[in-house]
């Protein structure tokens, strides 16, 4: 089985920080990527960052969060982070982890999910 734990999440004032973190465990064979998504009420899930676990990929952000948001990895520790600066009201969302990784060498790889984090940005 894997696990994806989050953490990190909860109310903060419009332009506060937040750093969520995600560690993946279990019977992992590889990891290729991991990332965060988020959904807000009444919308559908998008993608707010990806970075690749193997060294020499590059990040990737949706349009919305470049310059204000961070991804970064421990792969020591099959763990990722978020870090979430200058905050703003449409920011709030459940933020998901997510980790496409692989089981076993013969098993194709596929996405496992977080349970999810409440962050809320309000004043």
């Known amino acids: 089985q894997v696990q994806l734990v989050e953490s990190g999440g909860g109310l903060v004032q419009p332009g506060g920080s937040l750093r969520l973190s995600c560690a993946a465990s279990?019977?992992?064979?590889?990891?290729?990527?991991m990332g965060w998504y988020r959904q807000a009420p009444g919308k559908q899930r998008e993608l707010v960052a990806t970075?690749?676990?193997?060294?020499?990929?590059?990040?990737n952000y949706t349009d919305s969060v470049k310059g204000r948001f961070t991804i970064s990895r421990d792969n020591a520790k099959n763990t990722v982070y978020l870090q979430m600066n200058s905050l703003k009201p449409e920011d709030t969302a459940v933020y998901y982890c997510?980790?496409?990784?692989?089981?076993?060498?013969?098993?194709?790889?596929?996405?496992?999910w977080g349970q999810g984090t409440q962050v809320t940005v309000s004043s």
């Open positions: 997510y980790a496409d990784l692989k089981l076993a060498r013969w098993i194709p790889r596929r996405d496992y």
């Open positions: 279990g019977r992992i064979f590889s990891i290729n990527a």
């Open positions: 970075i690749p676990i193997p060294s020499g990929g590059s990040t």
